[in-house]
C-alpha cells in the first residue's frame, strides 16, 4: 500500500494538474495490475462496501488512544474527517506492513463475515501496523470516504498516456458495470472486445454561458434546445435488452417501467442520452415529483399515476451497434429525428427552439420558467459529443435564479477542504417578529468572505450545540434558488431547490430581511 | 476578609492587584510585564513596559519605545511592593518569558505562549514550579502532535532540492518574528541562496549582532530580476500569501511552514503545495507535560482550544478553568484572519 499512499501524498502535494498527472503515470508505470485496478476504481468512486460501522471504528480509536469519549468526539468537529482523526489520535504503530493496496482492500472485505469482536481485534491489529500515511489511506478505504484530489477526466489522461490509448476510448471503456473483482486490468483497460452490453459512455457536460450571448459569433451556428430539470440519463437498446443509466452511474432500469416497451420501437444497438423527465400529457412536471419516487424500492401504482415520467431524448451516441460520437451534432440530430420518430407516448424529442437572432432567443429564455425549464442549452452544430465537462461547444445559458434576502441563524463547520471553519449556515426569514429558518446553504461566499464570516461567527455565538453554533441574527444574504416547493418537513413549509449564497448584502438592515409571506407569494406563483 | 488573588483576569488583561501591574494586557496601562514581541501579547500603548533583556530589541524596535522600556536578566528578581516577579525561558521565540510571581509564599506563573522543544533560536523552555499555572492551549487537542525538528527540517530541505531541480523557487512562509529566524536558522543553507521578504529582513537585522547564527539572506527589492531567484528560496511572512509581490518567483513551489498545516482541511485550503508542520506552540503531549511539570494544583487555560483542554484537566483531576483573553496563538499564520490583520504582523 505505500506505493498508493505516496501517489495519494504526491496527488495532494500539488495543485498542478501537470504534475498530478506525472504522478499518476509513475504510479500505473510501477503498481502491479490488481492495485492499478483497485486504484483506477477508487479514483473513479467505486470503493469496497463498508464493512464495519463508522461509530465501532471511533469508539475503538477512542479505546486505543486512552482518550475520553468526549474528548474523541471535540476532536472530530474540529478535524471534521473520521479517518484522519483516529489517524492523528491513535498512538504510533508497533510493527511494520508491506502489504499491497489488493491486500488492504481484500483485508477490509473479509471483516464482513467476522463477529464485532473479531473485527476489533483485526482493525487493531492494522492501526498498529500502519504507518500514518498507510494508516489515513486504510481508514479511507474502510469509512468509504475516499475522495482524492483528482477528477475522472485527470485519471483517465493519465491512465490513456500509460496504457496509449485514446482518451474518449478509455473514458468510455471505465463506464457501467465493472468491478476490480470481476475484471482484470487488460481485459477492462487495453482489450478491444467487451462482454458488457450495458456499458454507457461518458456524458458530455456543459458549462454555464458567463459571457454574453453574443459573444458566441454567428446563431446560425448554433442549435438551442430547452434545458430540462430531471435526472441526465442514457437510454440502451443492445442485444434487445434495454439499460437505462442515470449520470451517477448507476443502472436504473428497473426504476422506469414507462420505459421497458422502448424495446418496440427502438432498433437494435442504440445508445440515447436524454433527461429521465417527470411528464404527464405532454408536458414536463416540476422536478418535485420525479423526487417523490427517486428513493422508492418499491413503485406503487399510485406512485407511477402521481410521478410519470417520459425520457426526453437530447443526442444519439451509437447507431448500429458503433459509436457515432465523432459525427457532427446535425448529423446525429437527424439520425435521432429518424429514430425517434416511432410515437411512443414516453420518448420524447427535446424540441429545437427557432430562432434567427440572439435578440429573439434571449426574449425565447425568458419563457423558460412558465415552461418549468431552466434555461436553454446551446450547442454548436458541428461539435461532435465530446466526454465529462468541457468548453467551448456546448453552453447552458440558465435563467436568472429566483432570490430572497435572508438572515443567517446558525452555522456549522464544514468537513474536508472546510474542516475547522464556519462554512454552512441555516438562514431564516421574518414572520411577525420571529425569525423562521427555511434553508441551508453552503456555496457562493469567496475564500475571503467565508474567513470573514467564521471570524464573525465565533464572536458572535449565542449558544453550542455539538458542532452548531447559534449566532446574532445579524447578517443578511441574498440565497439564490432555483425552484420552491410545499414542503411538510420544514417548519417554513417550504424547500428550495439548488440554494446558495448569492450575495453577503452588508447594506440591508436585519429588519429588512424577506418576509416568509414573501416566500409564500413565491411559492403560489410557480 | 477573603485575601484578593494574586492574579485576576480584567477587562484589560491579567492583573496583580498587590502590585498593580499588568502581564500582557490588551488595553493601555500604567505599568505592563511583557512575555514577548508577538504583536497579541506586546502592545501599544502602555506607560511602562518591562521585559527580558533578550526580548527587548524586538519590542522597542516594533513599539518604537525610547527610555519606557525596562529590562532584566532570565531569573533575575524583580520586588514591586513586595510581590516578586521574575521571567523564565519559554522555548517559543528569542526572549520570550513565562512570568514567575510569587507573593507570601504562594506562585503563579503565566505562560505566555511556550514550546518544549529546542529550535536552536529560543531560549530553552524551562519548567517552573508553581501553585497556579496560567497555560496557554493554541493546540490544545489530542490531534497535535510535532514531529521532531529535525525530521520536518529534512522534508523542508529535500523540498527545496526537489524545487531547484525542476527549476522552481522555493517560496516558504512564516511570522516574520520568530518562524523565519528559526527557519533561516535550521534549512540546510548550503542548498543555495536565501531571499527574504522586507517585513523579515526589518526584524533579522535585530538578531544580526546576537550570537544567533543566521546565514546570509538578501532583501527583495523591486529591482531584482527573476533571473537573480533561480533555484533559491526566499522566504516570507504568510500575508504576502495571494499578493502580486509573489509572481516575480514564477514558477515556484509554494510552502507554509504553520502548525495548522497538520490538518488536511487547512492545508488544502491554503492552496499551498507543501505544509510543514512547525509551530512555536506545544503540541498536545507538551502541554500535558508542561502543565504535570509545574506541579501546579490549579489551571487556568487561555487562548487556543480552551474549553477542551480545561475540561480535559478536569478530567484528570486539576481544578481547571477557561479565560477568556484576546491573545491569537498562531491564528493569524494561516491568515484564516483577514489578510489585513496578518499584515500588522501580530502572532
Redesign the interface.
Known sequence: MKRFSQLFTAL?????TLDKIKALIYYFENAADGDKLWAIAILSHRRPKRTVNATLLATWATEL?A??G???E??YH????LA??IT??LPAPTDTSDHTLTYWINFIKDLETLSIEAKREQILMAWMKLDAADRFVFNKLITGSFRI?VSQLLMVKALAQHAGVKENIVAHRLMGNWSPVENTYSELVLSEETQDHSRPYPFYLAYALEEDVETLGDPGDWQAEWKWDGIRGQVIVRNNTLFVWSRGEELVTDKYPEYASFLDVLPDGVVLDGEILPFRDGEPLTFNVLQTRIGRKVLSPKILKDAPVAFMVYDIVEYEGVDIRHWRMDERRSKLVEICGAGHPALILSPVISFNTWEELRSERGRARELLSEGIMLKRKDSIYRDGRRRGDWWKWKIDPRTIDAVMIYAMS????????YTDYTFAVWSGDQLVPFTKAYSGLT??EI??V??WIRQHTIEKFGPVRSVAPELVFEIAFEGIAKSGRHKSGVALRFPRIARWRKDKPVREANTLEDLMAMLAES | MKRMALLEFTADGIYCPQADVHLDPWKPVKRALITHGHGDHARWGHQHYLCTEAAAPVIRHRLYLTDNLETVAFNQKVTINGVNFSFHPAGHIPGSAQIRVEYQGEVWVFSGDYKLEPDGISEPFESVRCDTFITESTFG?????WKPQAEVFAEINQWWRKNQSEGKVSVLTGYALGKSQRLLRNVDRTIGNIFVHGAINSVTALFRNTPMDLPPTTYVSAEMKKKEFEGALVVCPPSALGTPWLRRFDPYSLGIASGWM????????R?A??GFILSDHADWPALNEAVAATGAERVFVTHG?TE?FA??LR?RGLEAGEVKTQYEGELAEI?????EDAKTETA
Open positions: 495532494e502535494q500539488t495543485t498542478k488512544s482518550l475520553p468526549w474528548l474523541f471535540e476532536s474540529v478535524v471534521g474527517d484522519e482523526t492523528l489520535v484530489g464544514g468537513h474536508g477542504r472546510r474542516a475547522n471553519l475564500d475571503a474567513r470573514e467564521d471570524r | 487537542l489530542p490531534v497535535y502532535t497538520g490538518l488536511r482541511g487547512a492545508r488544502r485550503r492552496g503545495d507543501r482550544y477542551i475540561r480535559w478530567s491568515a484564516e484572519s483577514s489578510i
